[in-house]
């Protein structure tokens, strides 16, 4: 099990919900990549409980949007 930080690359405005660069979560996974991993899931999961969002809805699941890091 590793601790990621996943942040939002750029600014966004997509369906409805705006992200804002600089965004970021913190997952633990036992993946290597929980963005492009079991769907996203944690890194759905985790928007949606800092940020009350849905990244999946904004198209914005991709490591084009996200950047991952391992802590």
């Given amino acids: 099990m590793a601790l990621f930080k996943i942040t939002v690359k750029q600014t966004r405005h997509v369906n409805g919900i ?35 969002i849905d990244i999946k809805k ?4 991709s490591s084009a949007y996200l950047q991952v890091d391992k802590v």
């Fill in 58 to 61: 904004a198209a914005s699941l």
């Fill in 18 to 52: 705006q992200l804002e660069k600089g965004m970021s979560v913190e997952v633990v996974s036992r993946y290597s990549n929980p963005v492009s991993t079991n769907g996203g899931k944690e890194v759905v999961e985790a928007f949606q409980r800092k940020y009350g």
